[in-house]
């Protein structure tokens, strides 16, 4: 009996089978609960460090093609920053679109840099769905890229055009729409004898000769025959054939269209046009930049790509002042209005 209690004090009583604390030392110290890095953060590096990379290499063979190839270079670089504005474009309409499903605005409810971006992007969308659809065909897409240096107005966006090419397209343009001006004159003086009102025509037969001699008219000068134009024979739905193609050649659009389609893009453009003036109201001519003041001014018919900020300003000023005085029934007198209140502006005559 003495000799087993000595034994059993010599040895301690054994611990249970299986411990949830890892005493010895062999183990290390307590795992921790968190990780340092966990699965995401460690592929969010990796792609950092993929993009930090990609970049760099893209940095490095843009100063080899400007060290080799400088005039490849100047094509590449202007094609590249092309495409990120178009996308960048394409980001901010789908911005405004989902404002207006969210709160479930019309066109006319935007706010006037919102309402021109969704304009000028529809042009630009059009014109490089018709640039894709002519590439579809096998071997297409080669031809079409000779074609676009060969022809760059006809078929690039303005974010594709040097500054150079800028000053000259809009040039060429505001040419071509000038050429219809003497036409549209031409076609006003012949509707003259179907006007009713004696006034009416005396007034319209003034104004004609007016600008044919080459003074600028004013505001008071076409106010008075919103009558003429609201009612047979100058409203949008009587003008002739020929009519209708001059106004859409000094709108920029293309005539070669029935004379129905002409009146309803017509009638679209013009009402857009309306719109943007009262927007454009709203907001206040002092709110725009010295790049938003021309492009207003040369939309609504006027050259300004020459021509003084503050010449631009004063007539963008005149022209809200007419243009926010008519009504939805008038908006043919506001179509050649462009051509009326342009045409002999001072500084914009060559």
Known sequence: MAVSRVYWRRFPAPGPLFSLRRRSPVWGPPRPARLHLSPRADIRSVVSFFVAKTKAAHEKYNRFLERRFPRFYVVYSLFT???QMILADAKKARRIRALMAQKKLLFHQLSYRDMEHL??????VTKCLFVGIIS???FANYLVFLLMYLYPRQLLIQHFWTSEQQLEFLDDYHARRKKSHPEIL???EKTIPLVSD???QQHLTLLCTKV?????????DLLPLKKCFSDYPLDLSHLSTPHT???SRAMLLTPYLPSVLLRYRLNKHTTVLHQLDKALK???IGQLTTQEVKSACYLRGLNSTHLAEDWCRIWLEQWLQFSCSLRNAEMSLLLHAVVLLSTNYPGTRH
């Open 81 to 83: 920053k092309g495409i």
């Open 119 to 124: 304009r000028q992007f529809r042009r630009d």
């Open 136 to 138: 579809i065909p096998p």
């Open 186 to 188: 031409y076609c006003l």
């Open 198 to 200: 004696t006034t009416l």
């Open 212 to 220: 044919q001699n080459g003074a600028q008219p004013g505001v008071n």
């Open 245 to 247: 193609k001059a106004l």
């Open 282 to 284: 709203r907001l206040g």
